[in-house]
């Protein structure tokens, strides 16, 4: 079984913008299911093209399963299966011996910034660079799934 262990944060947009940062990658994902419990997601990444299928959260944890598929099977599936389609930035900051995924976010969601840490565990100690800031790892408004339909510009 896949699991993933994930914390999420907010980013700090001014210390952001002065921070050393690698290249980002561009993302354009659309989930098929966005049900409590259970999301299908179809992601394009650059030259890469994933589909997930993630269950119920407990906390940081839940069940995770990625596949890689062609990419014209992704336009597909994002063009015929999924209503609302959420593009972002993503740039992988190695940080403490720890990799930070930040999002920024265009769109409806513009102005939103996420910083994720995946983990071995749920207490895993981790030191944070100085533009994480408040935690929402529990607050479902910034699972992606819900933002696709519940954009943070409407908040």
């Not at 994902?29 to 407990?58: C, D, L």
């Not at 910083?115 to 607050?139: H, M, N, Y």
Request: hydrophobic content about 35%; aromatic content about 12%; some cysteine.
């Amino acid at each position: 079984m896949g699991i993933e262990i994930e914390r999420k944060f907010l980013v700090d947009a001014d210390k952001w913008q002065v921070a050393a940062k690698p290249y980002g990658n561009s993302l354009r994902q659309g989930y098929m299911v966005k049900e409590p419990g259970k999301t299908i997601r179809v992601r394009i990444a650059n030259q890469q093209s994933f589909i997930t299928i993630k269950g119920q959260s407990h906390g940081a944890t839940r069940t995770e399963y990625e596949y890689e598929i062609p990419r014209t099977d992704a336009e597909e599936l994002l063009a015929g299966f999924c209503d609302n389609i959420i593009s972002k930035v993503r740039y992988d900051i190695q940080y403490a011996g720890n990799i930070w995924e930040v999002d920024v976010f265009f769109g409806d969601n513009a102005g939103l910034i996420i910083a994720e840490i995946e983990l071995s565990s749920e207490d895993q100690a981790f030191e944070k660079p100085d533009w994480v800031g408040e935690e929402v790892t529990r607050d479902k408004r910034y699972f992606n799934s819900n933002l696709s339909v519940h954009p943070y510009a409407r908040w």
